[in-house]
Nanobody
């Protein structure tokens, strides 16, 4: 089993930055991809970004490209989502997810483990 714990959410003004962390514990050697998703009230869960532990390559959803980055510290089994130029529409609960598949996926059904989520609120 794998446990994921997110941290770093909070309230930030539009145009500001925030960094989320996701720490994995348990059978982390089985994980190949770490992803971030978000869900705003009344909306479906949306792919934000993913990082492959194989080569540290990253992928992002269109709505955050150029504003968000991801990085990972394999020694700490932790990934980070650096969010910049934040907009009110970025307000959502952000979820960390982990996948045992070697191929990076952008659909939530592909991910095997999920964190509890952390709230990000961007004020205008």
């Amino acid at each position: 089993q794998v446990q994921l714990v997110e941290s770093g959410g909070g309230l930030v003004q539009a145009g500001g930055s925030l960094r989320l962390s996701c720490a994995a514990s348990g059978r982390t050697s089985t994980l190949f991809t770490m992803g971030w998703f978000r869900q705003a009230p009344g909306k479906e869960r949306e792919f934000v970004g993913a990082l492959s532990w194989i080569d540290k390559s990253t992928y992002f959803g269109d709505s955050v490209k150029g504003r968000f980055t991801m990085s990972g510290d394999s020694a700490k089994n932790t990934v980070y989502l650096q969010m910049g130029s934040l907009k009110p529409e970025d307000t959502a609960v952000y979820y960390c997810a982990a996948d045992r598949d070697r191929y990076v996926e952008v659909t939530e059904l592909a991910y095997d483990y999920w964190g509890q989520g952390t709230q990000v609120t961007v004020s205008s």
